[in-house]
């Protein structure tokens, strides 16, 4: 008999974010699948600006009405917000809904609450770890939050019947705090068929494209000095795409003009996923130096539209990408390799179709299709 699949996510498209858009992407792979009667997503609105119901690609998306401003990023108070009303809204939601099986994106709220779920109506759900909500994954920005964490992580894995972590690096930061533990390691994913290769005839310009979070941890400023320390000519030529908001814009616009760079650094903030698709297929390149990853969706987006990519070692970024193979890889902060390997893709146009190439290939082994079967295995379907 055919299974109802819950998703539980705080975040889920149009709102923007790694594992948000991951939670999507399985939940809709999963409405597809024989085995599963109806896919269901219980998600935050966005400060009353989307439908409280609708379905989308199959899936019924179930918002609850949350005191949440941004598209891109929550905040504490909102998560708080969205774990004590969703569970106030349990009974109603299971009624309604009379889940099989429910797999939650990040330890916290999702994981609290469908912990919560299963102790009053005894639902199995899977705990998929996505990084910040590890203790110790963002010491940046969570140093005071992580011992208040713990325990509840503690609790919320403990409960699960299934733990997922998406990269090696995640899943062994996870043992540290509950070293018994079993934790499956499954990689994200990329639509490879809408995110896809575009023939483009050489233009005068080198457009390099990045889609990220506005953080320090993503190495946006570096990436800044590193065009600002090329040769003349090449500088010259660049022409940069930020896409994505946060609390660096301020910092980067600054810098972009101190360096003289205004003129060639668009910053397009939150796109929806067809202008970033045409933005990508636009490309010559896509750079993201950062300092800290999982797997970035934008990666392997990147790489399914055949840009050449460079990147850092960092998180699960070296598991999928191997320096001079399928990218180009400088350890973070390297801002003087950085500038190396954007003058080597400026001049070497076989260089860059060799790569994008190799990339394109890389991601067709990430369809979510075959991540979905990953996932699959392991649930009483």
Known sequence: MAKTLLTVCQGYPPYTGG??????????????????????????????????????????IHRISCKKKEWTQHSPLELLDFLNKTTKAIPELHKKIN????????????????????????????????????????????????????????????????????????????????????????????????????????????????????????????????????????????????????PEEAALKSLCAEKKLSGQVHFSGHIEKAEMITQLQSADCFILPSYQEGLPLSLLEAAACRLPIITTPVGAISDVFTHQENALLQEPGDTKTLSTHIQQLISNPSLREELGQAARNTAEQYSWKSIWSEYKKNLPL
């Open 19 to 60: 594992g948000e858009n991951a939670a999507a992407y399985l939940s809709i792979e999963a409405a597809k699948d024989p085995d599963i009667k109806e896919v269901h997503a219980v998600t935050s609105d966005i400060g009353g600006r989307l439908p409280a119901y609708e379905e989308i690609d199959g899936v019924h």
């Open 99 to 246: 889940p099989d099986y429910c797999i939650a994106h990040f330890s916290v709220p999702a994981g609290e609450i469908a912990r919560r779920w299963k102790n009053k109506f005894g639902l199995p759900y899977t705990c998929v770890m996505h990084g910040s909500d590890v203790p110790g994954h963002r010491p940046d920005k969570f140093t005071l939050y992580y011992p208040v964490l713990k325990p509840i992580v503690r609790k919320v894995w403990r409960a699960a019947d299934q733990l997922v972590a998406v990269s090696p690096r995640l899943k062994n930061l996870a043992l540290v705090t509950a070293p018994d533990l079993s934790i499956n390691c499954i990689l994200n994913g990329v639509d490879v068929d809408q995110f896809h290769p575009q023939e483009k005839e050489a233009g005068p310009s080198f457009k390099i494209m990045v889609s990220a979070q506005l953080i320090k941890l993503k190495g946006l400023a570096d990436l800044i000095e590193s065009i600002s320390s090329l040769n003349e000519e090449s500088r010259a030529k660049v022409q940069l795409n930020i896409a994505g908001k946060g």
